[in-house]
């Protein structure tokens, strides 16, 4: 079971490529207007990436409440994998 869930943990996951490329398009706003084009703006909403050329109301700081998680059940601990290469955003939490 370890080693299942490590190995699901090294894989990239879809964002996480595509937030991959944004990284290394910081630098290049040709190429970043090029990778927001090929994704489109109604998929990056969609989505919800946390790209800062959105231009509809995300806003950081906002705060995250406890419902991220999804479905509610007996459990006391969540295992959620942060996305690498997430931009930096101003955020808080309603729970810990």
Request: hydrophobic letters at 30%.
């Amino acid at each position: 079971m370890k080693s299942e869930i490590h190995k699901k943990l090294l894989e990239y996951n879809e964002d996480e490529l595509v937030y991959k490329r944004y990284y290394e398009t910081q630098n290049n706003p040709i190429e970043r207007a090029k990778l927001i084009e090929e994704i489109g703006m109604e998929e990056i909403v969609r989505r919800n990436l946390m790209f800062s050329e959105r231009e509809d109301d995300f806003s950081p700081p906002f705060e995250m409440g406890d419902g991220i998680f999804g479905n509610k059940n007996a459990h006391n601990i969540c295992l959620s994998k942060h996305n690498r290469y997430t931009p930096e955003f101003l955020h808080s939490h309603s729970f810990f």
